[in-house]
C-alpha cells in the first residue's frame, strides 16, 4: 500500500515559480517510478511528467518542457516538480501517482493517486 500527499500548490501570477512537492508512505518508494498529471477544469487529466526510481529518466509533456523539473528524494521519500515561468494554461489540480507498468504518460499505468494540489495562474 502507498499513500500520496501532494503539497505547494497555490495562487501565482503568469511568470511565476511554485514548487510541488509529493510525499509517499511505503517501502518500495526508492524502486518505483513516480507520475504528475494535471487535469484542469472540464478538461480530462494529462500527462505532465516522470522521474524514474533513480531520477535519471525524466520525459516532459511538450507543453511543460523546459519550464517544469521533476526531482526526487529517495531518502525523505518524496518527489517534487518545480515549475517556472507558469502560464494561465497551467491552472489545473496537479496529482502525482505511483507508477505500476505500462506506458507512462497513461493514467492507466499507475495504481496509486495522491488527492491532488489546486494550481492557479492569473494572468
Known amino acids: 500500500q502507498v499513500q500520496l500527499v501532494e503539497s505547494g500548490g497555490g495562487l501565482v501570477q503568469a511568470g511565476g515559480s511554485l514548487r510541488l512537492s509529493c510525499a509517499a508512505s511505503g517501502r518500495t518508494f526508492g524502486s518505483t517510478g513516480m507520475g504528475w498529471f494535471r487535469q484542469a477544469p472540464g478538461k480530462e487529466r494529462e500527462f505532465v511528467s516522470y522521474i524514474s526510481s533513480s531520477g535519471a529518466h525524466t520525459p516532459y509533456a511538450d507543453s511543460v518542457k523546459g519550464r517544469f523539473t521533476a526531482s526526487r528524494d529517495n531518502a525523505k521519500n518524496t518527489v517534487y516538480l518545480q515549475m517556472n515561468s507558469l502560464k494561465p494554461e497551467d491552472t489545473a489540480v496537479y496529482y502525482c501517482?505511483?507508477?505500476?507498468?505500462?506506458?507512462?504518460?497513461?493514467?492507466?499505468?499507475?495504481?496509486?493517486w495522491g488527492q491532488g494540489t489546486q494550481v492557479t495562474v492569473s494572468s
Open positions: 501517482a505511483a507508477y505500476y507498468r505500462g506506458t507512462i504518460n497513461e493514467m492507466g499505468s499507475y495504481n496509486y
